[in-house]
């Protein structure tokens, strides 16, 4: 993990000397990925130079996600604010329309997302994406919402890769233990949705980078399979109807 830890330390530097910009901001939600991309900013970029951004929704966020999070951001010593998005979600009651369950789903990451630029934009900062390779390979994100960002710098780790480097960097133990989870809706929790554990998930995802043989009778190899086809748009380039 040393070598890799300094590998992902120079990338940054360099993807942000490329792009003209020295400071990052990140959504930081009390879970392991956004603590982890904080740390490798702070690492990389200096804390003086970080902004986290806690965006818990009121009666669905754990108040132990928020504690956490702060607590985590005041031990890099990094600036934060704490920004409720149920105002902004309750804009969206004025619709003429009967929104559906995935919807308000999506539109609760898509603030984030909102906010999260508008922050950028007005202080001159790159939204760095907490997103790991298994996300971004299973399509496991929200368009425009936690998969809109200018940089993935995790976007190389796989989630068992990432629980490693975090207990490489000695980051808080109740964080790494911690049960990923969106908390887009009560209850919910990335393994659920997915339906296995990141570790059965990742055997079967480090098979696929390696172009191994599957066996597809396997149900839950099938499932990963359809997954990353079904969301392969969301990582596509938007399609361009061309005129011949």
Known sequence: MKKTYYQLLEE??????????HKAVIGLSGGLDSALCLNLCCDALQNKNCTAIIMPEKGLTKEKNIEDA?????????????????????TFNRVPWKQSKIALM????????????NYANSNNSLVVGTSNKSELMLGYGTKYGDLAADVFIIGDLLKTDVIELSKFLKLPPNIIKKKPSAELTVG??????????YFKLDSILKRVL????????????KKTLQRI???????DPIPIIEIK
């Open 12 to 21: 940054i530097k360099n993807f942000f000397r490329r792009n003209h910009h």
């Open 70 to 90: 702060l607590d985590f951001a005041k031990k890099l010593k990094v600036k934060h604010f704490v920004v409720d998005i149920n105002p902004f979600l309750d």
């Open 106 to 117: 999506n539109t609760k990451a898509r603030i984030r997302a909102i906010l999260l630029y």
């Open 188 to 197: 919910q929790t990335d393994e659920s949705d997915l339906g296995a554990s």
């Open 210 to 221: 390696k172009d191994e043989k599957l066996n597809k009778k396997d149900n839950l190899i």
């Open 229 to 235: 086809d079904r969301n392969k748009h969301k990582s």
